[in-house]
């Protein structure tokens, strides 16, 4: 999975709902309702488009599986299982956002599932810091995309060639290897996470001038993403991470 991680030392929302805070990624999870299907492939073309609320459930279903796919040998079954119990909160939590004004890109396959998602927000300030203005909050996409270039699209639509920030979960070798493809470098700062989280660590990775241009499959029809588009965001939520996926969310 791709992913952002979860959020530094303070409680994470599973991936920090752009547009309302800081999640509890990379890694992410329409009108589509259905659940992911962990370590299914792609089967066609995926379509990027911005989430609406109806698109909410799903959009977790694949967060959560994402989440399996990638963490299961660094978190304890519980932790899952307290994940999949908050849902309906989580859902409440994450249209609100949106009805705040929250950015939410997600890819959908020809069937209409969600594969990946991705969210941009202002950085906060205790990344001031950095020096940069935008955050890569939310990476996510299934396994059965990867190699595809879903991830790199994902952020595009997100997020664009700008400078930004992303904190990746330290034992995270394909997320390191996909953001540094992008530009992204390690600024040395290391943080401790809490709660769910506790015993992992995320590092932070700046890209700090326009993106490098990165061969990847091109668009595929249907693909509605604009590029240099932005999330607004508030406060972070607990276990809200993007992960390679990337970002936290």
């Not at 609100?96 to 202002?122: H, K, M, P, S, Y």
């Amino acid at each position: 999975m791709l992913s952002s991680g979860p959020v530094r030392g303070r409680p994470s929302a599973c991936g920090k709902m752009v547009g309302m805070s800081s999640a509890p990624d990379c890694t992410v999870r329409s009108a589509t309702t259905g659940s992911a299907t962990t370590g299914s492939a792609m089967t066609g073309p995926a379509t990027i488009r911005r989430a609406t609320a109806d698109d909410i459930p799903a959009t977790l279903a694949m967060k959560l599986a994402a989440w399996r796919e990638t963490y299961a040998d660094q978190r304890p079954a519980a932790f899952f299982a307290r994940a999949e119990a908050a849902r309906e909160q989580e859902i409440d939590w994450w249209r609100r956002g949106l009805e705040a004004g929250a950015e939410l890109w997600i890819a959908l396959d020809d069937a209409g599932r969600v594969l990946g998602c991705a969210g941009v927000g202002t950085a906060r300030e205790d990344d001031a810091d950095a020096r940069v203005g935008r955050e890569l909050q939310m990476l996510y996409v299934l396994a059965g995309a990867h190699g595809t270039g879903l991830g790199g699209r994902l952020m595009d639509a997100a997020l664009g060639a700008h400078p930004a920030l992303v904190w990746v979960l330290e034992r995270n070798p394909r997320a390191h290897a996909f953001f540094r493809k992008h530009g992204f470098v390690p600024d040395g700062r290391i943080e401790a996470l809490a709660d769910d989280w506790a015993g992992l660590r995320e590092v932070r990775l700046v890209r700090r001038i326009a993106a490098p241009a990165v061969r990847r499959a091109p668009a595929q029809p249907g693909d509605t993403a604009q590029p240099g588009s932005t999330a607004q965001t508030g406060e972070a939520q607990p276990g809200d991470t993007a992960q390679p996926g990337s970002g936290r969310g």
